[in-house]
């Protein structure tokens, strides 16, 4: 209910597409308003979902600042879940006849940073616990103490929902512009 509140007082009235009766005798849907017009509206809706989107992922990285120990648990977490992937990225491109080195030796190069990376925040989680470096978790033990790893999952997989969506509407208003673009101006679309 709040979000549609929010969505609302963020909409202006021009954002609104029209509905147009197709009437027996018209021979487009919308006869009265320009195809130019009709991909300027279907921008300023691509832009408002994005711009919503931005705000949606910023609001709920700012709600999941808790602590040090939680956010480096969140690296960890991170890392782990790319290591096997990127493993197995690199089993598959050996397999392809043709591929360059290059391609095969920076995914062998990320896999093997990426190991190093997850063995270097496990030293710098324990660290932080035997020196008492925690303070921020130690403020927030109610929230933490109660967490479990499968929360802790959803949190991960819900800030990747609002991330990817976030990217694929900046990716929707782009493609738009560009076809906007293509329509009235076709030889100067390069900034696309």
Known sequence: VC??????TCLPAHSFPVECQEGPGSASPCPSISQEKLLDRVIQHAELIYRVSEESCSLFSELQQISDTWLLHSVLMLV?????PLVYLQT?????????DLLLNKTKWVAEKLISLEQGV???????????L???F?????????????????????YTSLCCFKKDAHKMETFLKLLK???T??????LY
Not at 80 to 84: D, L, R, T
Not at 92 to 100: I, K, N, Q, S
Not at 138 to 156: A, G, T, W, Y
Request: with cysteine; proline share 3%.
């Open 3 to 8: 979000w549609a509140v929010v969505l609302w």
């Open 80 to 84: 782990q879940s790319w290591v096997e």
């Open 92 to 100: 598959t491109l050996e397999r392809y006849d043709a591929v360059p």
């Open 122 to 132: 496990l030293v710098l989680i324990r660290k932080m616990l035997e020196e008492g």
């Open 134 to 136: 925690t303070s921020s």
């Open 138 to 158: 130690n403020d927030h033990s109610s929230v933490q103490s109660d967490v479990q790893p499968e929360v802790l999952e959803s949190i991960l997989r819900d």
């Open 181 to 183: 673009c293509r329509q």
């Open 185 to 190: 101006d076709k030889y100067n679309c390069a």
